[in-house]
């Protein structure tokens, strides 16, 4: 590929640099200054600004007006004690996994009776079971805590989080780090209710768990009551084909499910009435704790703070992920984080679970789907009945039958590994983000400090990525195209032009691997023909339609036709050299760069002047030239040097001093013909790949 090959046509506009294009389009150059207290103000009022009358605020003002009575209101009713039905059980979950049961039960009611004023969504599925509450269990095991003084911490750090622009926290948490801690938080749930499904007794067990006694197995094995793992059996298996089979067919046929976890619980509890279970083995709850009452927080102490928000950016982060991927219609996050806020601070001082969303493809999530808002009112006063009059039958329900519905709604949990082996094949650096957040579930035993070191190391990986830029050497192969030089098969690239493509931001971290990049392009721009006329010399070829899997010499044997053509003497610029060695930087993928950065450039930029090569600047966003004004750079970089995008950059190189270059390529054969303004060839670069 030829000079003027790379260039492109001639027939190009006067090509202007970025202080022309600046004048002409009337850049602003300077912002006016702002105090603190007018930045602030201002942020809030960006961050509020979708709220502009009392229906914003209050959603329910809104879609009440369309509902229609006639058409909804019966289906809502039956809909509504079907959600009671499915959500109790779901409570039900959360309380046993975070040893509260009383405050699991009580987390169904108030999100269903508030969400219908204040969510912007037209579906509730609040309330449902959820991981989050293995995570308030593990912060109360290993801080201390308590239920009252995380709910209450959740409710601050999203009010926060509505009142100021904090959106983009939510963004430093992908969806790869969310299903790899899911997957190590199920098999610490599988670990954690291993001694419920063997109900193993103590004293008999002790000797294995604390000393290895070999003699004590038989023993602790004959002690096992095998009644709650024949109820856990039972229960998991019917479970799992009301999950994978019986609930899709009922949908097909009558267009809902039943409250199949409902049902298998009051034939449980049957069914031990009537064993005589023993105690143990039942859920260990008191009829008089159902009956909400104030609880007192306590005063949280640094850890307590952590684990508090820890829990509220997994339940965020888990619902915000998942509203929007089931809601057809536009969600407002705003509104979403001071439904939930509202809902949190207001479960607070009664000890009540912080406001969880349901997981993926949970009966709940699909059955509000088929419901108005309408369905949730309701169902939180059948709910509330229910818990008042049934408190005393909760004492009867088998442990193992629990531990049975946990399993069969986490096991879906488990196909995440699917999604690893293609993270594996795809990028590496988001597999290293599923494993890492997979290992620190596993291993660090509280799980919120897990989630925060889950975190952080995809906060390190944003580092990697940006460490290691994206430089690329890229040709022209339309008018207006560029492609990368080295995924494509093309013609050996002649031309003492380099056009170096960068997409990352200029950082202290990656600003030393530019510097190479650059430098290998001027070294390969130095071994090149160090020529000079005052013509130049637009290539004429005539590319004949050849096919992909034609071979490469093939597609090579091309003729290039030159012929000479003066260049416009208005736009010579007569303090251009002679020579004609470029690089040119396309910067439109840079977003930002920092100090050193700019001393890395300024130091290349004397380096290729000494070594007589012109370097230009592409692309260049105006935060990025205010900074180079800022530190500076234009004092020794000249503003000329600069143009608006790589067009420009090119139609001016068009203006300055050619070589006068033809080259003959047949039958894989190339010989170069170079007119050269110096003195002899004995001047001529004798590094030169070409034959002369």
Not at 180 to 202: C, D, E, K, Q
Not at 242 to 247: A, E, P, R, T, V
Not at 567 to 581: A, E, R, V, Y
Not at 613 to 629: M, S, T, W
Request: hydrophobic content about 45%.
């Amino acid at each position: 590929m030829d000079s003027v090959s790379l260039l492109g046509p001639p027939a190009q506009p006067k090509a202007v640099n970025q202080d022309e294009f600046d004048s002409r389009f009337n850049f602003i150059r300077y912002k006016k200054k702002k105090t603190n207290r007018e930045v602030l103000l201002r942020l809030i009022a960006d961050n509020l600004h979708s709220y502009k009358s009392a229906k914003d605020l209050l959603p329910f003002l809104s879609w009440i007006r369309n509902y229609d009575m006639r058409a909804k209101a019966v289906r809502d009713l039956f809909g509504s004690f079907l959600i009671a039905a499915i959500l109790i059980p779901q409570g039900l979950m959360n309380g046993f996994l975070s040893s509260d049961i009383p405050a699991g039960l009580l987390a169904i009611l108030l999100p269903h009776a508030v969400y219908p004023f204040f969510g912007s969504a037209r579906h509730c599925s609040l309330g449902a079971f959820s991981i989050a509450s293995f995570l308030v269990y593990s912060s109360m095991h290993h801080s201390g805590s308590s239920v009252a003084t995380l709910t209450l911490g959740c409710g601050l750090f999203q009010m926060i989080h509505f009142a100021f622009p904090l959106d983009f926290v939510l963004s430093f948490v992908p969806t790869n780090l969310l299903l790899g801690f899911n997957l190590g938080v199920t098999i610490r749930i599988f670990l954690h209710l291993w001694p419920t499904i063997m109900n193993f007794r103590t004293e008999q067990c002790s000797k294995i768990l604390n000393g290895f006694c070999v003699d004590s197995i038989s023993a602790c094995v004959f002690s096992m009551d095998y009644g709650p793992l024949l109820i856990f059996a039972v229960s998991l298996v019917i479970l799992f084909v009301f999950k994978w089979k019986l609930n899709t067919k009922l949908s097909e046929s009558i267009g809902t499910t039943i409250p199949h976890e409902m049902i298998i619980l009051l034939i449980a509890t049957l069914a031990s009435y009537f064993i005589g279970l023993s105690d143990a083995a039942l859920l260990q709850v008191k009829a008089e704790s159902i009956i909400p009452s104030v609880v007192q927080p306590s005063v949280p102490n640094a850890f307590v703070i952590v684990d508090a928000f820890a829990i509220f950016l997994f339940i965020v982060v888990s619902h915000m992920k998942a509203i929007c991927r089931r809601e057809q219609q536009p969600v407002n996050k705003k509104q979403e984080l001071f439904c939930m806020s509202i809902i949190s601070l207001l479960s607070g001082p009664f000890g009540i679970l912080p406001v969880t969303s349901s997981m993926n493809d949970n009966q709940i999530e699909l059955e509000t789907r088929n419901y108005s808002l309408i369905s949730n009112l309701l169902s939180a006063l059948w709910m509330t009945i229910t818990l008042y009059f049934a408190r005393s039958i909760f004492g009867l329900i088998p442990s193992s039958v629990v531990a049975a519905m946990i399993l069969s709604a986490v096991c879906d949990v488990c196909l995440n590994l699917r999604h690893l082996r293609v993270l594996c094949s795809s990028y590496i650096c988001d597999a290293v983000i599923f494993v890492s957040a997979l290992l620190s579930a596993l291993f660090i035993p509280n799980l919120c400090l897990a989630f925060l070191v889950a975190v952080t190391i995809g906060l390190l990986s944003i580092v990697i990525r940006t460490q290691r830029p994206k430089c690329d050497v890229v040709v022209r192969a339309t008018e207006n195209c560029y492609i990368e030089e080295n995924r494509y098969e093309c013609e050996g690239l002649d031309a003492p032009l380099r056009i170096l493509r960068i997409t990352s931001p200029l950082i202290f971290a990656n600003c030393e691997v530019v510097r190479e990049e650059i430098s290998k392009q001027a070294a390969a721009v130095k071994g090149l023909f160090e020529t000079g006329i005052e013509s130049r010399t637009p290539s004429m070829r005539s590319q004949p339609l050849m096919a992909v899997n034609e071979c490469v010499s093939g597609r090579a044997s091309l003729i290039i036709i030159t012929h000479d053509s003066d260049p416009d003497p208005l736009q010579m610029n007569p303090s251009d050299s002679p020579t004609f060695k470029c690089i040119v930087l396309d910067c439109s993928g840079v977003a930002y760069v920092d100090p050193e950065a700019v001393k890395m450039l300024s130091q290349v930029y004397t380096e290729l002047r000494d070594d007589s090569i012109r370097l230009l600047f592409a692309g260049v966003n105006a935060n990025i030239r205010d900074f180079l004004e800022i530190t500076n750079f234009y004092a020794l970089v000249p503003r000329s040097l600069f143009f608006p995008t790589l067009q420009d950059a090119l139609s001016s190189l068009r203006n300055t001093n050619f070589p006068f270059h033809m080259s003959v390529s047949m039958n894989g054969y190339r010989d170069v013909v170079t007119l050269s303004t110096a003195p002899s060839h004995l001047d001529i670069s004798c590094n030169s790949p070409e034959p002369v």
